[in-house]
């Protein structure tokens, strides 16, 4: 990606973390028509419009250049999320790029490669299910007693297995049996308004859900709202604790915020070893390089795919990419760090077919 190209990169943003279903469809409503051709990325925090070139949108937030990559980058690596070690984090990134072609591909090939090595790199500590030890913490609930999880999607699998490590009895719920077997009690999401008390209720349930009025809920100590948009139609205040909450938090917390801090910028130095990577022509000993191999690589993707049509193309194309960064990284970076030009054009050339 040459400069010029990383230039026109821009990215219109609303914030959208705990928007109620309205306030989601209203945002959505103001994308809509602006941004044809675009990648959309969708999650609990953002609603995100990457494309190239001017726009006229009324996004709260408009980033241009490196800064709209390292905003791609952040939201598909975690350093933003409230929860660090968050398994589906990449996922609305990658989604939003997967058809994507040209320039806007390259763009996503440079921060989404930039977030998963990363992530890769990093030990993380925690899960997802572990926002119940946070909202636990800030609604001061000793942990334990009875706890009722609407959804039973990954979400709301890692947090009943979290509160079954806390001690809890947990019940699960959602619109229909799960064909995976669940070790939790289960319930169909109709007949939750007739469950007698619980001690947590806590939110998992997709887009799709809409907003649940409190009153027709059991009677319960603590609601924790994890959904996306917000499962509960209740504000944040005793009793109730959303995820802007425990972002609120996070941010007053000398410790998390320097571990955020360190993460983003190391997010950034990957990010520019990534960009430069990608602005080496195949005029360039290393651009030869990666140019031939990238051939090599596209023509055996192509093989395997025919050979194992059962294995999910995308499956393949990570893993082959993979496979050769890690062999050519060392090679590469060697020939960067030579002097003699011509030595340098022949090593690439033994590659060539």
Request: aromatic share 4%; proline share 6%.
């Amino acid at each position: 990606m040459d400069r010029a190209t990383l230039d026109r990169f821009r990215c219109c943003a609303w914030r959208t973390v705990s928007y109620s279903a309205t306030e989601m469809a209203a945002a959505r409503a103001e994308m809509d028509g602006d941004h044809d051709g675009d990648a959309i990325v969708v999650s609990c925090q953002r609603l995100e419009a990457y494309g190239f070139g001017p726009c006229d949108c009324p996004a709260p937030e408009r980033l241009t250049g490196y800064a709209a990559l390292e905003r791609l980058a952040a939201g598909s690596a975690g350093p933003e999320a409230v929860g660090l070690r968050e398994d589906q984090i990449t996922g609305p990134g990658r989604s939003a790029f997967a058809e994507t072609k040209g320039d806007l591909r390259a763009a996503s090939d440079v921060a989404i490669g930039a977030a998963r090595a990363l992530r890769a790199e990093t030990q993380f500590d925690s899960h997802a299910g572990h926002l119940l030890d946070k909202a636990l913490r800030l609604s001061t609930m000793p942990p334990g007693g009875t706890l009722l999880v609407l959804g039973a999607g990954a979400m709301g699998r890692l947090v009943a297995v979290r509160g079954r490590e806390l001690g809890f009895t947990v019940t699960m719920a959602a619109r229909r049996q799960p064909e995976a077997p669940l070790s939790e009690s289960f319930v169909e999401l109709g007949r939750v308004p007739g469950l007698g008390r619980f001690d947590v209720i806590v939110g998992c349930l997709g887009s799709g859900a809409g907003e649940i009025a409190p009153r027709v809920l059991p009677a319960c100590r603590l609601l924790i709202d994890l959904g996306t948009p917000r499962n509960f139609a209740a504000p944040s205040g005793p009793g109730v604790i959303a995820i802007s909450d425990m972002l609120e938090d996070e941010a007053l917390r000398p410790h998390a915020t320097a571990k955020r801090r360190k993460l983003r910028a190391r997010l950034g130095a990957i990010l520019d070893r990534r960009l430069a990577r990608a602005g080496e022509t195949s005029r360039s000993p290393v651009g030869a390089l990666r140019a031939e191999v990238e051939t090599i690589r596209r023509q055996e993707l192509a093989r395997a795919r025919k050979l194992h049509p059962d294995v999910p193309p995308e499956v393949l194309d990570a893993v082959t990419r993979s496979l050769l960064d890690k062999v050519f990284h060392l090679p590469t970076t060697r020939i960067r760090d030579l002097s003699n030009e011509s030595l340098a054009q022949e090593f690439a050339a033994l590659f060539r077919q």
